[in-house]
């Protein structure tokens, strides 16, 4: 076991860490986005969706905690890292310029994590910590008709779309993969997942904001 | 391309031991021939405060052609400055234009602590390498060379990644101060090829270890490193490194 432990709290380690609860968030995502798109077939459509899904019973609570152990082991580990490279670099450099490999994605990457954060609160407090006492349609519609919650979900978004720019490809630099022959493959797939998803959402957002009826 | 004179201003950092402040000094040169390198045009500086009977900058060269890892600066922000794949003492001064300011600041990390001025010691490579960057060769009598067959493009990375001279820059560079670039390369030089088999396990994981005491930061993938690197040494190294450790540890001993 100790070799377990070592392992974990190594540098290599916790990149792993991130890496691969990286990947299953993101996997959540993916499936939270395909699932909401039910908005698109209209409010019937939503709110079946939402009761199949109710319908899982206790399989809810299980999936609800592993989802937030995911989510809390990849915010530890990357306070951690990111204290921990702050100490590595004690002073700062009176001038410093980018030499050509950083990007706006992979500078950003603990700030916009912290953003996601702040979002997801955010979120869970507009549609999970409520009295559920209406359709969740309705309690969507109520949220997302409204221009100021539009901004903060649109930014939500876009933090979010920077984050996945370099993480999608950093996950597999991390797990060992770089090979020429795939990392066209790795960069465009990283670019597809990121388009998606993100297009799914504003595009959710954005029709509730212009068409205040669409799910009532 | 003739030789021509320019006239710079040097901001050099200035710091008498590791426990002192250090801040930046401001000095003007005249007459800098083009065709000097980056540390002729220093020795020409230290040649003027000498005579001005100021203590001269201090600053680490031996080679001064590119091979030996000994030199090494900031320069205007980039780690062995604005030449790609060069070090400082290959880099000229027909790089700079008449009248430009220049910022030269030692390697930071809290791994290489600054020894005076420029200087900074960068030891904790040493004990890297002393951890795991080695074969152990029990030397017998000589097998015959084609017994152990290499494919041409394993010995090429294997090459590519035994070119890294050691320098830091790639340390200096990195946002977090990460040493994963020099690491990665002394690691693949031995992985590629099956002399460094037998060890593979123990040096993966020795090395890593040392490198995490040493207090270098978590590498974050922002690829600064290879851009600086004056041997070109390739991230490709760094994803072979987590493989390496990887492996390394998810293998049980036989
Ligand atoms: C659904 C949300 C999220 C997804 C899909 C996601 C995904 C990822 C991925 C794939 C990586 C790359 C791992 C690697 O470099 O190998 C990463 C890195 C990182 N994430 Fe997240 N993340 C999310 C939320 C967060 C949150 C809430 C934080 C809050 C602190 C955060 C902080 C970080 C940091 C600091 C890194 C960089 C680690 C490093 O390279 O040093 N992430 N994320
Ligand atoms: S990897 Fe490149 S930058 Fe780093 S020590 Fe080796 S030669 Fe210098
Ligand atoms: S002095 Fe040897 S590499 Fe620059």
């Known amino acids: 076991m100790s070799w377990f ?30 699932g909401n798109s039910s908005i698109f077939w209209g409010r019937s459509a939503f709110l079946s969706y939402a009761e199949h899904l109710h319908s899982l019973g206790p399989l809810i609570p299980v999936a ?6 995911i989510f809390l082991l990849h915010v530890i580990t990357g ?21 050509g490999g950083r990007t706006w994605g992979s500078r950003t990457m603990p700030y916009t994590g912290a953003a996601i ?17 209406l359709p969740i349609a309705d309690t969507v519609n109520a ?54 998803i993100i297009a799914i959402f504003l595009f959710i957002i954005f029709l509730l904001l212009f068409s205040p009826g669409y799910l009532m | 391309m003739a030789a021509k004179k320019i006239a710079i201003t040097v901001k050099v950092w200035r710091q008498t031991d590791q426990k002192v402040k250090g801040s930046l000094e401001t000095y003007s040169l005249s007459d800098i021939s083009t065709d000097m390198s980056f540390l002729e045009m220093l020795d020409v500086l230290n040649d003027q405060l000498t005579m001005e009977g100021k203590e001269p900058v201090a600053f680490d060269h031996d080679c001064r052609e590119g091979i030996c890892g000994t030199c090494g600066a900031v320069v205007d922000g980039v780690a062995h400055g604005p030449e790609r794949e060069t070090t400082l003492c290959q880099l000229h001064m027909r790089h ?40 152990s060769v029990n030397a017998g009598s000589a097998q015959d060379g084609n017994n152990t067959l290499v494919a041409q493009h394993r010995a090429e990375q294997a090459m590519d990644a035994a070119a890294c001279i050691g ?24 992985a590629l090829l099956p002399q460094g088999h037998a060890e593979r396990k123990m040096r993966a994981q020795a090395m ?26 390739s991230i490709r190294n760094i994803a072979r490194l987590n493989r390496e450790y990887l492996r390394a540890t998810l293998a049980a001993n036989e």
């Open chain 1, 5 to 34: 432990i070592q392992t974990c709290t190594s540098s290599l380690g916790k990149k792993y860490i991130m890496a691969i609860t990286g990947l299953m968030l993101g996997g959540f995502l993916l499936v939270h986005a395909a």
């Open chain 1, 64 to 69: 609800e905690i592993i989802l937030l152990s």
């Open chain 1, 79 to 99: 306070i951690t890292l990111f204290l921990q490279n702050l100490q590595a670099r004690a002073d700062r450099y009176a001038v410093s310029k980018p030499a």
């Open chain 1, 117 to 133: 954060l702040l979002f997801i609160l955010m979120h869970l407090f507009n549609v999970h910590f409520i009295e559920h006492n």
């Open chain 1, 143 to 196: 949220v997302l008709s409204r221009p100021f919650y539009t901004h903060l979900y649109a930014a939500g978004m876009t933090v979010l779309a920077l984050h996945i720019s370099h993480g999608f490809w950093s996950l597999f630099q991390t797990m060992g993969i770089n090979h020429p022959r795939y990392n066209t493959l790795i960069r465009i797939g990283g670019y597809l997942f990121t388009g998606l």
């Open chain 2, 96 to 135: 700079f234009d008449n009248g430009q300011t220049i910022c030269i600041e030692p390697f930071r990390a809290k791994a290489f602590p600054i020894i005076r001025d420029l200087i900074v010691d960068r030891s904790a490579f040493d004990r890297i390498i002393a951890a795991g960057g080695f074969v």
């Open chain 2, 167 to 190: 320098c830091g820059a790639c340390v200096a560079a990195c946002p977090n101060a990460a040493a994963m670039l020099f690491v990665s390369a002394k690691i693949s030089q031995l």
């Open chain 2, 208 to 233: 890593v270890t040392i490198m995490d005491n040493e207090g270098f930061g978590n590498c974050g993938n922002e690829r600064e490193c290879e851009n600086v690197c004056p041997k070109g040494i």
